[in-house]
């Protein structure tokens, strides 16, 4: 027979004013199952608490009812105080008389105890039905896998490995460096970005908690946290790493010349190749798409001139494994293809650049030694109109948000403009200048002074030739009239985008993406760096677009918590998971099939007791199983149940009433 | 000076938003219309500062404005805005708001425009079809400005650029009972 | 032997009678059979929309309602003033199952609106109907040697939703057909910009400058002449050059063309029929320029590269 | 429709071949024309089976038992039953290796009256899916269409509809029956039997009778395939269908016209969503 | 899609039992812990006031709702259930609230067949964020359930509470 106890909270006035609440004692006490029953000011404090420790050893409770605010707010309060008794702290059941009673039935205090009373009389109901559970603990691997060797990526994996902790840092492409490697100079300070970075570059590649996997891609990722296994694959970069010392001969003699994307295809590489000079590792890899000899077979030239006798055009993809127990994702951003401004003439006015395309001209290690010139004549622009919020706040061409970074960065090219070219003349169309952070109205300040680039406000509406200079079409606001810019040189200031397989990357890894391709934080705003999805953190823009102090910090914070995840040597976990009766079970894998979290296999037992012959039923892997119910619910045999909630306690709520 | 805060509700907004189907709140004053309107300096108001006013209820400034009755509706606005704002329905929802509510804009151009387009809707009324010659002079006897284009008649008339006579409808009658349908359907609208 | 419906416009039979004319001409060469909605009106153009909403939607609507009994797929529409006011009603109609029944109610003597019919511009037609192909294997007497500015206008591609066709900022389907016809197409930015439409006769001061600075730009490319689409931009740009000139103080003397005359010419058809006595600015110095073809620039040949496109060997 | 000489054949040749250990077909009932399923364990005894249109059992039905599990079972289907064959596949309960069907391409059967069943009227795939031999020329595969009665009764008003019903429920005698009729009904325990069901509506009364009859149907919504076993097995002769029928209707039209076990690996309507998914009723 | 269109079905329900005087409605709200239940807690917390029939259960995610609950609720002590999620896209649990969508709509047009009124058991999506919503939902359900008047049908009989 249950004996269950009964706890009725005042909260100060904010029940007792609206709720009768010895009435609701006198109700509960007239419960056959209800051994002790008793109302308190406040529930939740230590008296409060004490009382209820007290009266679970006096009257030999079995389980117990406090009637108070939400679970959701102190559910965890009065299961401590129910284990710190000796008692199962999940034999307790939260009756929400506050939220779903008397702050929202104030005008009918007869109503509002009724149905307090029976909040209370369901809670007891449940009560009987709970049963004694146990936190799960699940052992962890201490690996981190961090993917994307961008700033990010850098940060994330240095601060986890700083901590002792294995990191396998996963980079797409042949060197880590990211969008950060690209820049000449970062606001609002003018530090040099390769002068900050290629320090850390280094660090990362002779750490020796880091493992540097360069060229490859995570292909899979199974399991659940503190125990994924991660599939990747290194591609093919027909150069042995082992013995290449990276002299350079080879891409020396590479006859075969390639847009550079590292300099955004305003020069040339060779199909042997590394992305730049301070490349980490600094090792060539081949371009397979554009090297003739294996596209056609002939040349072989690198081979030949390569003494360590390195390159191996034979040499296949390969695919490795690694466990691990936490990952970071740190895939950075793309920037926006500008061509749907078909009225600026992007793609047939070769004057028009992006924001990217001036950032390596104007660097020094850029394809024109650091002085801006146009595609179309090679001349140095005098003239030079920066646009802002190109398909960023655009939903009909581009997107709805708010790339974050172009105000300020547009703001840096005006200045190195001034710097480069000293007689030149920037005018920047802008929408707002959101200059929100350390320093940087004061750089804008700066620029608008110190540099006299003339901002004007509206969103240009064409661009059109005349003769061999662009006019650029535009109202600025703040005198209301329509204004003309003749101008030598435009500088697009395109939106910040995910990357393009950021969605399948996130279904991959079983985390959930907006409708950009932006991975999801848990929450926007307490939990900023973790998904939804455990064990799983973000860092960088592959969230949301952000600067270079933002994406350091919250690299940082990822850091931190997957730090915090490896602690211990196991992970404790919330017992209100799903298991399956197997005599019951049909083996019909309709649980497998719903499973949000590929959290249900199955397995072969025997028929019946001592039976030689199998049968398939389904098994709930713990370490996974979030407690959703949605194989519950499909279930025909009900062979399932969900711990805390079961369909024995959901039916006692329902009849109680 | 405009003093806000004095109106209960912004009534011309919620006309102006239902008549058009277009949501003005939505328009975050980047003035890619205004410089892309060709009328724009014509204008009292151009179309970003007219959706302005709208927003702040000025129905009078609104209503008075030479703006809606420049528009060509020519589109190139809504194409472009960011907001993929209907400016062309906005302008043209205000344009029979203030028709309906007897506002009046007398300066000569408005009046000339509007004189034009209830010309050729009379013409339409009585042929059925547009008789190019007689809207012409028509509409030069209406605006008293007898010799307007007057340079243009002699070469225009004999190189036969504008024809004299005009080929009627058949069932011109069809056209007047549509007026008179339509008419009343507006009537019933209101 | 295609066949379509056709819907003249007042216009074909006042200032744009050439025109109608070689739109007649030129479809009968390219073994198109056009059949005229019997007893049409006007579409109510600018004026309807102005004054009145359920005028501006009945007048188009009784035409829409006509061209439905005949038993064509297509409607091609060579005025882009009267395109654009069906077509938007047209999209309307068929949006708002509501407003058409209401509006339908105008013209129900005529009978009832199904939606079956495809509006399309003459151009339009031309372009996706007909093909370039078609217009190529039809030329006899190639216009090389004529550069010519492509004049679109705001009706024929804006509103993207409504028209669906070609690019409304920098549309390029008339630049394919004169350049089927041998003739070159310039770089044109102002293919789209208004050139003051019906202020032709309100207001004649907006036209005279936007349709001067059209010219100007046309000018600027490189053309002899400019081509349309569209009655009223040819009557704007055509008329008013010579207000225009006095205005500027500048010389233009630029021919304003419709397509149908420029494929009727190429077709070998002859001159009388295409009715250039009747534009104020004269032709024949432009169609001087056929045949006349410029020397290209010779480029300093390079030694062949082995490997083209992306990537190229030294 | 009368293939009884070539599935004696096939049983024949299976068994001489060693390829199966029993063959579920139809025997006559032996004292009218009427049939009834049977299995056969030998040659000798495949005389006895007949094929024609009264062979109206849904023989599906008979892998579920012991008499079949783990055995190799040559089985003749319908279009209907091969529906439901496809479902037990996709729900690991039979597997297709042990299994040799006889697919009929149906002409539609009959019930004891010789009238055509309702079923067959407006079946839309009369040929067996899954199949390692056909029998008959394939028919095209048909338009769905809604069920005369579910039209009828749907047209009527709630109160109409409700008196109807009160009336089949009380008529229930919780025999179960047509559960253990339905070849989908697998279950090693029926949750209606189980505790936490019958907690509160265990007993056989019209409330028990709903609970238990609507549990049911909700579990075959999605997956009935018409076969009408449950209707035949009976003894009330309760209009079952008319549940079933009605849901596959609800599925069909709200969700991407949805029919049981057209696709292997189709679980059911319940067991995929759409985002299509209807979601007007939701506030 | 058109066809089961949601009112079709729809007519009234006649009540054998007339409503004694001051009944109220019982009305069962099963709500799924992460969205409709921090919803309706925020209703608590904004002091927005709705009627008092409704009593709430807390469910993990919508998809825990077995249909059976939804019977079993109208069987017993309840004279209309709601039944509130997370609304598509935002579930917690991924994708369970669109596995649930579509066995609501299947349950709600069977009761409403066999002669329960289609007002009796209702859903909603409810975000954390709408608390207002929450409320003008529950007093919208109330209100329909009193127009209703007392369930009887199928109702268990000789029911102890």
């Not at chain 2, 302005?52 to 805005?81: D, H, P």
């Amino acid at each position: 027979m249950a004996r269950v106890g009964v706890f009725v909270c005042f909260c100060g006035a904010n029940i007792a004013d609206f709720v009768d609440v010895p009435k609701v004692v006198e109700e509960a006490k007239r419960i056959r199952e209800v051994k002790f029953a008793i109302d308190y000011k406040y529930m939740c404090s230590d008296p409060g608490q004490q009382q209820i420790r007290d009266a679970i050893t006096q009257y030999r409770l079995t389980s117990i009812v406090v009637a108070a605010c939400s679970p959701r707010m102190h559910e965890k309060t009065f299961r401590k105080a129910l284990s710190d008794a000796g008692m199962n702290p999940y034999l307790l059941e939260v009756a929400n008389i506050r939220e779903h009673s008397s702050w929202v039935h104030q005008k009918d205090k007869k109503a509002a105890t009724e149905k307090a009373s029976d909040l209370v009389r369901m809670a007891v109901a449940k009560s009987i039905a709970n049963e004694q559970l146990h936190e799960i603990s699940v052992p962890v691997t201490k690996r981190a896998l961090v993917i994307g060797g961008g700033i990010a990526g850098i940060q994330a994996a240095l601060d986890i490995a700083d901590a002792r902790i294995p990191v396998v840092l996963v980079e797409k492409s042949p060197s880590i460096g990211g969008k950060m490697a690209q820049l000449d100079e970062t606001f609002p300070t003018l530090d040099c970005s390769q002068c900050i970075l290629t320090p850390k570059m280094v660090d990362v590649a002779s750490h020796p908690y880091i493992e540097l996997i360069p060229y490859a891609e995570v292909l899979e990722l199974e399991g659940f946290v503190g125990n994924y296994k991660a599939k990747i694959r290194k591609k093919a970069s027909y150069v042995n790493f082992k013995t290449c010392t990276g002299c350079g001969t080879c891409w020396q003699k590479c006859p075969v010349k390639v847009p550079n994307e590292y300099n955004m295809g305003i020069d040339k590489r060779k199909a042997i190749y590394t992305p730049f000079p301070q490349a980490v590792p600094n090792k060539p890899v081949i371009d397979a798409a554009h090297c003739t000899m294996l596209t056609k077979g002939k040349c072989g030239i690198c081979a030949k001139v390569c003494e360590k006798g390195s390159i191996d055009y034979k040499m296949q993809d390969e695919i490795i494994e690694r466990e691990i127990g936490a990952v970071v994702v740190a895939t950075g951003y793309d920037l926006w293809d500008p061509k749907p401004y078909e009225e600026y003439g992007v793609g047939r006015f070769k004057d028009i650049i992006t924001s990217l395309e001036f950032e390596r001209m104007v660097s020094a290690n850029g394809p024109t030694n650091g002085v801006p010139v146009r595609p179309s004549d090679g001349k140095v622009p005098k003239n030079v109109v920066f646009i802002k919020c190109i398909g960023s706040r655009d939903e009909a061409k581009g997107i709805e948000y708010c790339s974050k970074i172009c105000c300020m960065y547009t703001t840096k090219h005006t200045i190195l403009l001034h710097h480069k070219v000293h007689d030149s003349h920037a005018y920047v169309f802008y929408m707002d200048i959101r200059a929100a952070g350390k320093g940087y109205e004061e750089f804008v300040k700066k620029a608008q002074v110190d540099t006299a680039a003339t901002y004007l406000r509206g969103r240009v509406s064409k661009i059109y030739k005349k003769g061999d200079k662009l006019i650029v079409r535009g109202e600025d606001a703040q005198i209301g009239q329509v204004v003309e810019v003749v101008a030598d040189l435009v500088v697009l200031a395109t939106a910040v985008i995910p990357p393009k397989d950021n969605p399948d990357l996130a279904r991959l890894l079983g985390v959930s993406y907006d409708k950009y391709g932006y991975m999801s934080e848990a929450h926007p705003k307490l939990r900023p760096v973790e998904t939804a999805k455990a064990g799983i953190f973000l860092a960088g823009c592959t969230q949301a677009p952000k600067d270079i102090p933002d994406t350091v910090a919250q690299a940082s914070a990822c850091a931190a918590k997957v730090c915090g995840i490896f602690s211990g040597d196991t992970m404790k976990k919330d017992p209100m998971i799903s298991t399956v009766n197997n005599e019951y079970c049909t083996g019909c894998q309709n649980c497998v099939k719903v499973c949000p979290y590929g959290a249900i296999v199955t397995e072969e037992v025997p028929m019946g007791h001592g039976s030689k012959e199998m049968r398939t039923v389904a098994k709930i892997n713990e370490g996974v199983c979030q407690g959703c119910g949605s194989c519950v619910a499909v279930c025909r045999s009900m062979a399932i149940s969900l711990a805390g909630f079961t369909d024995l306690q959901i039916i006692n709520e329902i009849v109680s009433i | 000076m405009i003093t806000l805060g004095l109106q209960e509700k912004n009534t011309l907004l919620a006309e102006v938003n239902q008549r058009s189907g277009a949501n003005v709140l939505e328009c975050y004053q980047c003035g890619k219309c205004v410089s892309t309107c060709p009328v724009s300096q014509y204008m009292d108001f151009p179309p970003r500062e007219i959706i302005q006013l709208v927003k702040l209820g000025q129905r009078n400034e609104v209503y008075m404005a030479n703006s809606t009755w420049f528009c060509l509706t020519c589109s190139a606005c809504s194409g472009r805005c960011p907001r993929q704002i209907e400016i062309p329905a906005v302008m043209e929802a205000i344009r029979h708001l203030a028709i309906e509510e007897n506002y009046v804009n007398d300066s000569t151009k408005v009046k000339e425009i509007r004189k034009f387009h209830e010309i050729f809707l009379d013409m339409i009324k009585r042929y059925g079809r547009n008789y190019e010659l007689r809207m012409m002079a028509e509409f030069n006897i209406r605006t008293r400005n007898l010799f307007k284009d007057m340079h243009l008649a002699p070469k225009a008339l004999l190189k036969g650029k504008i024809p004299l006579g005009v080929k009627p409808m058949k069932s011109a009658k069809a056209i007047r009972r549509m007026y008179q349908l339509a008419e009343k359907l507006e009537k019933k609208h209101q | 032997m295609k066949k379509v419906t056709y819907f003249p416009g007042c216009s074909a039979h006042g200032t744009s009678e050439e025109f109608d004319m070689t739109v007649k001409m030129v479809m009968k060469s390219l073994d198109v059979q056009m059949e005229e909605i019997p007893d049409w009106n006007c579409c109510g153009a600018t004026s309807a929309h102005s004054l009145s909403e359920t005028l501006a939607y009945a007048l188009p609507l009784r035409n829409l309602v006509l061209a439905e009994k005949l038993d064509n797929a297509t409607m091609a529409i060579p005025c882009a003033s009267c395109y654009q006011r069906l077509k938007v009603t047209k999209v309307h109609m068929d949006d708002n199952p509501e407003l058409a029944r209401k509006i339908n109610s105008t013209v129900i003597d005529e009978g009832t609106y199904k939606g079956k019919v495809a509006v399309k511009s003459m151009l339009q037609y031309c372009y996706e109907d007909i093909g370039l192909e078609a217009i190529k294997s039809k030329v006899t007497k190639s216009l090389a040697g004529m550069k010519l500015a492509c004049y679109y206008g705001c009706l024929l591609t804006r509103p993207k939703n409504i028209t669906h066709f070609d690019s409304p900022e920098y549309p390029m389907s008339m630049d394919h057909i004169v350049e089927a016809l041998g003739a070159k197409a310039t770089e044109f930015d102002y293919k789209t910009e208004c050139c003051g439409a019906s202020f032709s006769i309100s207001d004649t001061e907006v036209v005279i400058n936007l349709s001067s600075q059209i010219l100007e730009m046309a000018r600027e490319s490189g053309a002899h002449a400019i081509v349309v689409a569209c009655p009223l931009c040819q009557s704007n740009l055509d008329m008013r050059q010579p207000d225009i000139e006095k205005h500027t103080g500048k010389k233009i003397n630029l021919p304003i063309f419709y397509f149908t005359q420029l494929m009727a010419l190429a077709f070998g058809m002859s001159q009388k029929d295409m009715m250039f006595n009747k534009h104020i600015v004269p032709v024949e110095g432009a169609l001087a320029n056929i045949g006349k073809i410029e020397p290209e620039p010779e480029k300093v040949k390079k030694p062949r590269k082995a490997v083209e496109a992306e990537s190229e060997v030294e | 429709m009368d293939y009884t000489k070539q599935i004696q054949e096939i049983a024949s040749k299976l068994f001489a071949e060693g390829k199966i250990d029993v063959f579920v077909g139809y025997r006559l009932t032996g004292f009218d024309e009427n049939q009834v399923p049977v299995l056969i364990r030998d040659q000798k005894d495949v005389s006895q089976l007949v094929f024609n249109d009264r062979s109206v059992f849904n023989l599906v039905n008979y892998l579920k038992y012991e008499h079949t599990r783990n055995k190799r079972v040559g089985l003749v289907v319908k279009g209907c039953d091969s529906r439901s064959l496809n479902l037990l596949l996709t729900e690991s309960q039979v597997k297709r290796d042990k299994l040799y069907v006889v697919g009929i391409a149906c002409e539609g059967v009959v019930d004891e009256q010789g009238n055509k069943m309702q079923n067959c009227m407006e079946c839309v795939f009369p040929d067996a899916i899954v199949a390692d031999e056909m029998l008959g020329t394939p028919h095209e595969v048909r338009k769905y269409k809604v069920n005369a009665d579910i039209d009828e009764l749907a047209s009527k008003g709630l109160v109409d509809r409700r008196v109807y019903f009160e009336e089949v429920f009380e008529n229930c005698i919780r025999c179960n029956a047509c559960r253990h009729s339905c070849p989908l009904c697998y279950c090693a325990k029926c949750c209606i039997d189980q505790e936490t069901a019958t907690l509160y509506n265990g007993a056989n009364t019209t409330s028990g009778a709903f609970h238990a009859l609507m549990t049911w149907s909700l579990h075959l919504a999605g997956r009935c395939v018409d076969c009408r076993n449950c209707e035949k097995a009976c003894p009330s002769h309760l209009p079952l269908h008319l549940l079933h029928k009605w849901n596959e209707r609800v599925i069909y039209e709200n969700f991407q016209e949805h029919l049981a076990g057209v696709h292997e690996g189709d679980r059911g309507a319940f067991y995929k969503y759409s985002m299509q998914d209807p979601d007007d009723f939701i506030m | 899609m058109e066809a089961v269109a949601n009112n079709q079905l729809v007519s009234i329900e006649k009540p054998e039992i007339v409503a004694p005087p001051n009944w109220e409605p019982v009305i069962i709200g099963i709500l799924c812990n992460w969205c409709s239940y921090a919803g309706s807690d925020l209703t608590g917390t904004s002091r927005i006031q709705y009627p008092p029939n409704i009593r709430i259960i807390r469910v993990p995610c919508s998809s825990r709702v077995d249909p059976w609950f939804l019977i079993k609720s109208l069987q017993t002590t309840a004279d209309g259930v709601l039944v509130s999620g997370c609304h598509p896209g935002d579930c917690h649990y991924i994708s369970g609230n669109y596995y649930a969508r579509r066995r609501f709509l299947v349950t709600k047009k069977l009761l409403n067949f066999v002669g329960f009124h289609e007002d009796r058991i209702q859903f909603s999506w409810v975000s954390a964020a709408e608390g207002p919503k929450f409320a003008k939902v529950v007093a919208k359900v109330t209100e329909d359930i009193k127009k209703l008047g007392p369930l009887h049908l199928y109702k268990k009989e000789n029911f102890e509470k």
